[in-house]
Structures are given as structure tokens and as C-alpha cells.
T-cell receptor, first 112, second 115 residues
Framework: SQQGEEDPQALSIQEGENATMNCSYK?????LQWYRQNSGRGLVHLIL?????REKHSGRLRVTLDTSKKSSSLLITASRAADTASYFC????????????FGTGTRLQVFP | GAGVSQSPSNKVTEKGKDVELRCDPI?????LYWYRQSLGQGLEFLIY????????KSGLPSDRFSAERTGGSVSTLTIQRTQQEDSAVYLC?????????????FGQGTRLTVV
């Protein structure tokens, strides 16, 4: 399977703390994306990092990409209870179809 | 519409019956994906359409599953002779064009329950 893996599977923190989630993938990619899912329904795109980029910021989000290790991390700073959700990485693989493959996800719980 | 629309939102069906799930992508999006998500699990890739290219069906779990995309727009995922293990949320997503570093937009999914 091309599916990526994320760790930790679950993370519980207090409001104000930082949350770090990691994603590993298997083959060369065009880009890596992070998505958020509330309540097991539709996913919302958070941030996209291209294969030639190493770090990207968006508000309280910071994403890094290390193509030599085939890994990425998502950092949420100063977390809030509203950040409670599942977070997924997705990779657009370099192959003849460029399809988007998702990781296993991290369930984040932020306690007030 | 402004977003990806899926119907029905919920479907309960008897084991052995056929079901059709519909996805209306965002207008102009040439890439369309179907995924399956079991409770508390990640997204399992099923099938991917890109423009007029042959679809990538590599994720379909069995020959009971099929999908088509008519006119490069609406897509229908069909599951024949449903089994209880088919119960899951089926998610559809679309994007402008794969390989162009653009995000995917998701519908709210169809929750399928096979009883």
C-alpha cells in the first residue's frame, strides 16, 4: 500500500500547548498536504507544501518537509479547544496518475 | 453549487442489495476522487478520475465496486450485492487538476450502513 503513516495515532494536550504530528511516506512526491476532519465527515484542507519546499507557515500552523527522510511534521502552536479534530497528511505521488493518498491520521484532543 | 455535493447523506440498505452513491464535484475541477473511511480509521483510496484519462481503479476492493464519471462531471459509485463490511463513510473529493499542486475539496460524505 502507498498509504502514509502518521504518529502519534492520538494526542491529548492542554490549551496553550503546542501539538506536533508526524507523517512518513514511501515514494517520491509532487507535494504533501495536511487536512483536518471534524466528526468523521468531510475534510478541510489546511496547508500544502511542495516537494522543493522545506518549511511553510499559515497562521498557527507550521509544516516542515524532509524529502530525504520522506517525512513531514505539522506543528500547531498555542492550541485551542477548537483545534480538537483528526489531522491527516496526504501525498500526491509522482507517478503516471498523480493521485492523492492519505495517511492514517492523528486524533488530537485539546482540553480547555 | 459552491462545493462538492454528495447524495444521499445517509443510506441504510439490506445485505445483498445494490447501492449508488452520487458525487457532484466543483465545476471546472477535472480530478475526482472516491475514498472510503471506516469508523475511526484513515481514508482508503478507491478510485480516481483525471480528465479524459482512464480512471485509476487500483483501490477498488472487489469487482462488486465500480464507478463512472459522466461528461467529466458527476460521478456515481456503485456497490453491488452489498456486504456488512461495506458499511463506512464514502467520501468524494475534487481538485482543479492533479499534478498542479492544488488542494482537494471534499464533500460531506455518504454514510452507508448495510444491515
Amino acid at each position: 500500500s502507498q498509504q502514509g503513516e502518521e504518529d502519534p495515532q492520538a494526542l491529548s494536550i492542554q490549551e496553550g500547548e503546542n501539538a506536533t504530528m508526524n507523517c512518513s511516506y514511501k515514494t517520491s512526491i509532487n507535494n504533501l498536504q495536511w487536512y483536518r476532519q471534524n466528526s468523521g465527515r468531510g475534510l478541510v484542507h489546511l496547508i500544502l507544501i511542495r516537494s522543493n519546499e522545506r518549511e511553510k507557515h499559515s497562521g498557527r500552523l507550521r509544516v516542515t518537509l524532509d524529502t530525504s527522510k520522506k517525512s513531514s511534521s505539522l506543528l500547531i502552536t498555542a492550541s485551542r479547544a477548537a483545534d480538537t479534530a483528526s489531522y491527516f497528511c496526504a501525498t500526491e505521488y509522482l507517478n503516471n496518475t498523480d493521485k492523492l493518498i492519505f495517511g492514517t491520521g492523528t486524533r488530537l484532543q485539546v482540553f480547555p | 453549487g459552491a462545493g462538492v455535493s454528495q447524495s444521499p447523506s445517509n443510506k441504510v440498505t439490506e445485505k445483498g442489495k445494490d447501492v449508488e452513491l452520487r458525487c457532484d464535484p466543483i465545476s471546472g475541477h477535472t480530478a475526482l476522487y472516491w475514498y472510503r473511511q471506516s469508523l475511526g480509521q484513515g481514508l482508503e483510496f478507491l478510485i480516481y478520475f483525471q480528465g479524459n484519462s482512464a480512471p485509476d481503479k487500483s483501490g477498488l476492493p472487489s469487482d462488486r465496486f465500480s464507478a463512472e464519471r459522466t461528461g467529466g462531471s458527476v460521478s456515481t459509485l456503485t456497490i453491488q450485492r452489498t456486504q456488512q463490511e461495506d458499511s463506512a463513510v464514502y467520501l468524494c473529493a475534487s481538485s482543479l487538476e492533479a499534478g498542479t499542486n492544488t488542494e482537494a475539496f471534499f464533500g460531506q460524505g455518504t454514510r452507508l450502513t448495510v444491515v
